[in-house]
């Protein structure tokens, strides 16, 4: 069985519910489907919460009705019978009244998660619903019944596949199943949601409880770009990629997957496709732990790095010395990107800077601290494993007109990382596709 997930903007008409029906059953085969909320209605539901931690009921109703004006206009958009229209209201209503609610009570953190739960409610019953009025054999599965965090806020794998398994044969022997993306239930039993990735991690996290052959994340992008579109002229999908080149590529600004959403498919060894709702015949990009040797892949930026120089003769010969210094940044919560030592001093780069001014302060009992603001990190990723000889001679060519602060190299099999200025960002990331990709001198 295949697992397909579907964003938000891929459900956010009633054209869009219709196209999505079409893909999930072209093959004929079993799918289970993962959706997120319409988009839109998220920003919606957070803007609902907003007024009711403000204490201002008024504002809230007045989005929940423009809420609900546009979801009856869906209504009569996606449905061909007047029962199905009917049905589908009834729930509808008894979602807005469900929000409605909430202007009477007292207002925290849980009831806001309860709330901003409702978006994927709302557009998994309006699917399943269309596709019962076309003959289809569909069921919703309500992912509250099965998916669940652990006290760390980090999802259950043991609990899911269970409970999971159990609802499955309750409801064997439908063409789709339906459920929610990024809603969960907390330990202790409460709404809750998967922070990071969203219902991306849903998908994957399902994925490998089923043991599917296959989990795709269908977007409005073509799969992920050997470089920035944004920045740079003439870029390319990339059709294959190793999972720790995605996560790399993820992590360094790549914005189409959250690295931590593909770690349960990488764990089950089930190979990861990303498509395009608007594109559905193009091949996208697999992720899968298959390598492709002797290539570099893509290049990826991260933006609002800082670089932070700790300088001291007490490091020389010293043991103990960068314990110290990276327990000044576990304390603050602050992870680090990329470290660069000498014997004299240790350079280290992070993206987050609220406890900046602690941090420094701290390092100053071991040496002279120095802080570079406005920095990028640029990531080349691909088969960079240190016995392929000339692939970082070439990067370093692309790079020569670049001034690099740091460079982080052997840390990873698949990746070299360069620290520059912001404002070098768009010339090093041209430079580098220009050499690497498009076969132009640098």
Known sequence: MKVMKFGGTSVGTPARMKEVTNLVTKSGEPVFVVLSAMSGTTNSLVEISDYLYKKNPDGANEVINQLERKYMKHVDELYATDAMKEQTREFLQSEMNYLRSFTKELFTSFEEKSIV??????????????????????????????????????????????KLAAVMEKNEGQQVYITQGFICRNAYGEV???????????????????????????????????NDPRVVDKTDPVHQLHFEEAAELAYFGAKILHPTCVQPAKYAGIPVRLLNTMQPDAEGTT????????????????????????????????????????????SYQTPIDMVCTSEVGVSMSI????????????????????????????????????????????????????????????GSNYNISFLIREEDKKRALQALSDTLFNNKEA
């Not at 003959?135 to 980090?154: C, H, P, Q, Y």
């Not at 060519?397 to 460079?407: F, G, L, W």
Request: glycine residues 8%; proline residues 2%.
């Open 192 to 226: 809750d949601n998967l922070q990071r990735g969203g219902s991306d991690y849903t998908a994957s996290l399902i994925g490998a409880a089923l043991n599917a052959e296959e989990i795709q994340i269908w977007t409005d992008i073509d799969g992920m770009h050997n």
């Open 351 to 410: 993206d987050n800077s609220t406890h900046l001014g602690e941090i420094v302060d701290e390092l100053k009992k071991y040496g002279t601290v120095t802080v570079d603001t406005g920095m990028c990190v640029v990531c080349v990723v691909g088969d960079l494993d240190w016995s392929n000889i000339g692939f970082e001679t070439q990067v370093l060519e692309a790079m020569k007109n670049i001034p690099v602060r740091m460079i982080s190299y052997g």
């Open 117 to 162: 739960a409702q978006g994927e409610m709302m557009s998994t019953n309006m699917v399943v619903n269309y596709m019962k009025e076309q003959g289809i054999k569909a069921v919703l599965l309500n992912a509250l019944d099965f998916m669940r965090t652990d006290k760390n806020s980090e999802p259950d794998p043991v609990y899911i596949k269970e």
């Open 287 to 330: 992720i899968s732990n298959k390598t492709e040797y002797g290539k570099i892949k893509a290049v990826a930026a991260k933006d609002n790095i800082i670089a932070v120089k700790i300088k001291s003769s007490r490091m020389l010969l010293a043991t103990g010395f960068l314990r110290k210094v990276f327990e000044i940044f576990e």
